[in-house]
Structure formats: structure tokens, C-alpha cells
């Protein structure tokens, strides 16, 4: 099968969906199909086609939130170089900028479109808004996701039953929704396979010693995330223990309001900001952790939460539906409602290294689950039925013709 992926975010962007991506294109190439990839250019406004990678970089404009850049610019000769591709079918990954070329594309070829939705954008409307006409820019939101993903897509995925209830509970939608997790290359987290040199190095830079608790956050460091929760909890660990560190591993926009916070709150010394991180590296970023802590509600999915479990690492996550199928209570971590509750939780595991043992353990059996090959057989599924349908649409199509000539000729 000839595949194309259209999306907003890839390497050299990292974040959530870059990361998948790069997941997903490595298990169907593993499978002998080709996969061919249409993005931003992240770099330069200007268009770029890489050969060996079969990549085709569109220019993109930054629009201010993270390093996202967004586009509206389609070369004449990237839509000449996709023709020649001859592609089975359309895969997006973004509902806007490449995304929106991705059903141009998909109209003028005939190409039946698979899409995935990895945003909850109601979530993130703050960052345009800035707190102005909320309500009316969420509404905007919910109708361009309900176009963007009813309207032009021939299936539709998400990654939880958080994402399928807001599409089937809330906007109402009445087409096909498949539930597939995304897959993370979990061998790449797995402590025997990070250098140990290369670890030690990462301890003496950031002062980390083997006996410390390290409780690790892996992600943006943005409103949306609840990063404050962690680090005021870490005021009152830190009377329990001196050896407990918070490390933040990540950049967005509050990385400078969350250091004024740790200023605040005397925490210099056990809070620990590592600000951006190269993709390659972050697997031995995970081996620095004791424990993995996330206080976000605004996931579709945690794909940080399956990391950590693929470096054992037990997982304390807020109580949402994001994490629910993947953080077992008492077995491989600890859901939290409140500050209270997370504290609690940590606190047991500082004082019991026996129950924390049994967590790590039990934490690295889960992450089995989340296997790429896995994942990608899901959505080869949904490629197939994507194909299946568009053929059944035209056989349709054509004995419909097929009657309507019959009658004109009977008529004469």
C-alpha cells in the first residue's frame, strides 16, 4: 500500500503527534509498505522535497503557540510531485494548515482520507483568546472540528474514549469513530537499551544522584498541563525528604513563570529544569526518574504515560479519561483527583521502596500493550475499510448511472 501522511508536526518539531507519526511510518515500512510524508517546513519559509525520505516540506509561517507553524501555502509542485506518488490512501493528522491540503489533495485525486484527531483545540483556545470571547471561540472550534472531521473524512480515529464520548456525546457525530491507542516504540525506553555512560553524564549535569527520588514530568510547560500543581506539592516533599527532586524536562510558554514560582518557593535546589530536549535523548531522561507525574486533563492521550511504563516507571496521573485505561490504581500507579490525594500518594511511595519496586515492575508489563506493531495492524484496518467503502461508494455511483442511461434509452 502506498500511503501518504499529512501532518503539522514532525521531526524536527517534537511533541505528542510528531512522536506517533514517526512510530506509525516506522511500523508500516516494517510491514513493506510505502509511506510518504507531507509537512511543514520547520526551518524556512520555502518549499523542500527530500528524495530519500520521500518528504515534502511546505513553507509555514509561525503562528506564536510553541514552535507551531501553520501553512496556507500549497506549491504547484508539491501537488505535481503527490500526483506522481499514485497513493491508495490519504492519511491526515491536523485538521487545519496541512491538513486542509491533505483534503484538497484528496478531492482532486480521488484518494479516499483517513483522519486522526489528536487535539482537544477547546482546551487550547486560551492562546489565541487570551481570555477574550471564550465561549464564542470554543463554539468556532466545535464547528470547524465537526466539518473538518464529518464533512471530508472518509474514517475517523482517536486515541481514547475521552475523544470518541466528545464526539459522539457532544457533537453529535454520526459517522464511523475507531478507538485506536496510539503505539510508542517501547524498546527505546527500556533501561537495558540506554547508555549508561551517557546517563551518568545527565546525573553530573543536572546533580542527580543514584539515591535520589526523582519524581519526572515529561512535556510542554504550559497552562493547560497543571505544572504548578507539581511543583508547590514539592514544597512538602521536600520536608519529608531532601532528597526528593522534581525534574521538568521540556519548554513552552510559562517555563519562565514556573521558575519565578520555584524561586518563590525556595525550591531551586530540588526542582530541576532542563528546558528543550533533543528527541534522541529523551529515552535517557526517563531513566533519571524514580516516578512519573502528570496533573494535565487536557491529554486525547498520554503518550508520556506509556513512555515512563516502558522505562518502569509507576505513574501518578490526574483522574481523567485520558489516563484511566492506561494508569491501574495500586498496580502500575495512582489516579489523583486533588493536591491532597498526589501527595498522599507520593509520600507512600517515598516511604516504601518495596511497594514502589512492585510498581516498576508491574509499570514495564503494561507498557507490552502499546507495541507498534500492534497499532499500525489497527490502522491498516481502517485504511482497508477506508478503500473497501470509497469502492462500494463507486460501484454505487456507476450502477446508478448505469440505470439512469438504461432509462434514458428506453425513454427514446
Given at each position: 500500500m502506498r500511503i501518504g501522511i499529512f501532518t503539522d508536526s514532525y521531526p524536527p518539531y517534537i511533541n505528542g503527534v510528531s512522536t506517533s507519526i514517526i512510530m506509525l511510518q516506522n511500523a508500516l515500512e516494517k510491514k513493506g509498505h510505502e509511506v510518504f510524508v507531507v509537512t511543514v517546513n520547520a526551518e524556512k519559509l520555502s518549499y523542500k522535497y527530500e528524495n530519500e525520505n520521500k518528504?515534502?516540506?511546505i513553507p509555514g509561517i509561525p503562528i506564536g503557540i510553541y514552535d507551531y507553524r501553520l501553512t496556507g501555502i500549497y506549491p504547484l509542485r508539491a501537488i505535481d510531485k503527490i500526483k506522481k506518488w499514485n497513493l491508495d490512501i490519504i492519511h491526515s493528522q491536523t485538521e487545519f494548515g496541512v491538513g486542509t491540503f491533505a483534503r484538497i489533495i484528496a478531492k482532486q485525486f480521488d484518494i479516499p482520507l483517513v483522519h486522526t484527531y489528536h487535539t482537544m483545540y477547546e482546551d487550547y483556545v486560551h492562546y489565541i483568546t487570551k481570555g477574550?470571547?471564550?465561549g464564542t471561540s470554543k463554539k468556532i472550534v466545535e464547528y470547524l472540528t465537526k466539518f473538518y472531521c464529518d464533512k471530508t473524512a472518509t474514517e475517523l480515529i482517536v486515541p481514547t474514549e475521552k475523544t470518541?464520548?466528545?464526539f459522539k456525546e457532544k457533537y453529535k457525530f454520526d459517522r464511523n469513530v475507531h478507538i485506536i491507542p496510539t503505539g510508542i516504540e517501547i524498546e527505546r525506553f527500556e533501561p537495558k537499551n540506554c547508555s549508561e555512560e551517557k546517563i551518568k553524564v545527565l546525573r553530573k549535569k543536572y546533580n542527580i544522584d543514584k539515591n535520589d527520588f526523582v519524581i519526572l514530568f515529561v512535556g510542554?510547560?504550559?497552562?493547560?498541563?497543571s505544572v504548578d500543581l507539581l511543583i508547590e506539592s514539592q514544597e512538602y516533599f521536600v520536608k519529608l525528604n531532601k532528597k526528593c527532586k522534581l525534574l521538568l524536562v521540556g519548554d513552552g510558554p510559562d517555563f519562565d513563570n514556573y521558575k519565578k514560582l520555584v524561586k518563590k518557593l525556595k525550591l531551586d535546589n530540588n526542582v530541576i529544569f532542563t528546558a528543550k530536549v533533543p528527541y534522541d535523548d529523551i529515552p535517557l531522561y526517563y531513566q533519571l526518574g524514580t516516578i512519573f507525574a502528570t496533573a494535565s486533563r487536557t491529554e486525547?492521550?498520554?503518550l508520556t504515560v506509556m513512555e515512563a511504563h516502558a522505562a518502569s516507571l509507576?505513574?501518578?496521573?490526574a483522574d481523567d479519561p485520558s489516563f484511566i485505561s492506561m494508569v491501574v490504581d495500586d498496580l502500575n500507579g495512582y489516579l489523583f483527583k486533588n493536591k491532597k490525594?498526589?501527595?498522599?500518594?507520593?509520600?507512600?511511595?517515598?516511604n516504601n521502596p518495596n511497594k514502589l519496586k512492585q510498581m516498576s515492575k508491574q509499570a514495564r508489563i503494561s507498557a507490552d500493550r502499546y507495541s507498534p506493531k500492534y497499532f499500525a495492524e489497527r490502522v491498516l484496518d481502517v485504511y482497508k475499510l477506508a478503500i473497501s467503502s470509497r469502492s462500494s461508494n463507486d460501484r454505487r455511483f456507476f450502477s446508478r448511472l448505469?440505470?439512469?442511461v438504461k432509462r434514458g434509452l428506453h425513454d427514446k
Open positions: 518528504i515534502i516540506r477574550y470571547f471564550n470518541y464520548k466528545l510542554r510547560l504550559g497552562k493547560e498541563k486525547t492521550q498520554g509507576p505513574v501518578l496521573a490525594q498526589y501527595k498522599k500518594q507520593v509520600e507512600e511511595l517515598l448505469k440505470n439512469v
